[in-house]
């Protein structure tokens, strides 16, 4: 299909929102999963044919519960719920956002459940695979606040260490290309083709990764402009 031309504000750095309506656009008739929706400031903004969205506690306005949007449904249950028993046995997606809990293992779960449903030419985006600071960094949200009052800082970007997911696909999903925004706040897409650049690390060693040596090995999230990005996973995928 012929995909219509999202405007293009070079002074600005891509939203959130903009990437996952550019990707949705590329589907005739798009099925859209987002997990961790929380206030819907991206779901509200996602035109598809189909959209999923899930949350252990929505904050939308309008809440939910009074929404008349056909093709829409909402999941006030935990993700882990969701894949468990909610969704359909051969339901699948062709856009999945995840943005959920701001941990390694929970976010792991939640892209294993993910490619069971993605459809063989389907995308993942996974939200805040960057972080800026050792501080946003912090995968625990009540020590992260913790220190962020006591430093006094205003930065309210709590990212947790969901990067170690991008060393886990890289180590163990060689089935999985992938590349992290560079012009935003850091979002890696992910998609099916095979790859031969397969590092040796362990289990272990994923988990234990410091914040410090994902800076160090920063090249391994293979930071692209989203454009430059949005042109391979098209030419890959074929769309």
Not at 50 to 63: I, N, S, T
Not at 83 to 95: L, M, N, S, W, Y
Request: charged share 30%; proline share 6%; hydrophobic share 35%.
């Amino acid at each position: 299909m012929t995909e219509p031309q999202e405007p293009q504000d070079l002074t600005k750095v891509v939203s959130r929102a903009a990437v996952v309506r550019q990707l949705c656009r590329l589907y005739d008739d798009a099925r859209y999963l987002e997990v961790g929706v929380w206030r819907g400031a991206t779901f509200d903004k996602v035109p598809a044919a189909r959209k999923v969205a899930v949350d252990p506690e929505f904050k939308l306005d309008p809440p939910h519960g009074e929404r008349d949007e056909p093709g829409s449904e909402f999941h006030e249950v935990t993700s882990d719920d969701y894949f468990a028993r909610i969704v359909g046995r051969d339901e699948q997606f062709d856009v999945v956002f995840l943005d959920g809990l701001h941990v390694y293992e929970q976010t792991l779960r939640d892209l294993m459940n993910t490619l069971d449903h993605l459809q063989p030419d389907g995308v993942v985006v996974v939200d805040d695979t960057h972080p800026p600071t050792h501080l946003c960094s912090l995968p625990d949200r009540d020590q992260y606040f913790a220190v962020r009052d006591y430093l006094g800082e205003t930065d309210k970007r709590w990212m947790g260490d969901i990067y170690k997911l991008v060393w886990f696909v890289q180590t163990f999903c060689p089935h999985l290309t992938y590349r992290t925004i560079s012009d935003n706040h850091g979002q890696t897409v992910f998609w099916r083709k095979p790859r031969t650049d397969v590092p040796q690390r362990s289990l272990r060693e994923v988990a234990d990764l410091t914040f410090e040596q994902m800076v160090a090995g920063e090249d391994v999230l293979q930071l692209r402009p989203w454009q430059t990005i949005r042109r391979e996973l098209r030419r890959d995928l074929g769309l």
